[in-house]
C-alpha cells in the first residue's frame, strides 16, 4: 500500500547556490542533510558505481525537496528544454500575493518566463528555473468576492 508522496529529487550543480534558492528565497527548511554519502547500497540503488553525494532534504509547504550534489560521477547538464518536452516536470508552490513573491524573486536576479498572469478566472500563474533548469511555478487561487 503506498501511503503518501515522500518527496521530490533534484541533482543540482552547486548545493549552495541551490540552497540559496529553495532555502533562502523559498523559505523551506533543511530537516536533515549529509555529506560524501557513498557505499555499495547506496551505489546500487542510484545506479550509479562508487556514488559519493552530499544530499540535503528540505521541507516546508507540506512538501519535501531532497536535493543532491554528485561528487562521483560528475553528471552532464540537461538541456535547459521546456514544458513540451516528455519527461518534462515542474513544481508549483501555490501562494498567496503572487506578485510579491515575483517581485521578491526578481530582485534576488531569478528569471521568470513572463510576470504573474492569470490563466482562466481567478487562477495567476507564472514559471521560473532554479539554478540548475528545473522549472518551477508560483501559482495563486483567487477567490471571487
Request: glycine fraction near 8%; hydrophobic fraction near 40%.
Amino acid at each position: 500500500m503506498i501511503v503518501s508522496v515522500h518527496h521530490t529529487a533534484i541533482s543540482v550543480k552547486d548545493m549552495e547556490r541551490s540552497l540559496n534558492l529553495y532555502r533562502d528565497l523559498l523559505g523551506m527548511e533543511v530537516e536533515w542533510e549529509m555529506d560524501h554519502r557513498s557505499g555499495k547500497a547506496l551505489s546500487e540503488v542510484v545506479g550509479l558505481a562508487d556514488a559519493d553525494m552530499r544530499i540535503v532534504m528540505l521541507k516546508g509547504y507540506g512538501h519535501r525537496i531532497e536535493l543532491f550534489q554528485y561528487y562521483k560521477p560528475k553528471g552532464t547538464p540537461i538541456s535547459p528544454g521546456f514544458m513540451c518536452d516528455p519527461g518534462r516536470m515542474h513544481i508549483a508552490f501555490q501562494v498567496t500575493n503572487i506578485r510579491d513573491h515575483y517581485r521578491k524573486l526578481k530582485e534576488a536576479g531569478v528569471e521568470f518566463n513572463c510576470p504573474p498572469l492569470e490563466i482562466r478566472p481567478g487562477v495567476w500563474a507564472t514559471y521560473f528555473r532554479d539554478p540548475d533548469g528545473v522549472i518551477l511555478e508560483f501559482i495563486e487561487y483567487k477567490r471571487d468576492g
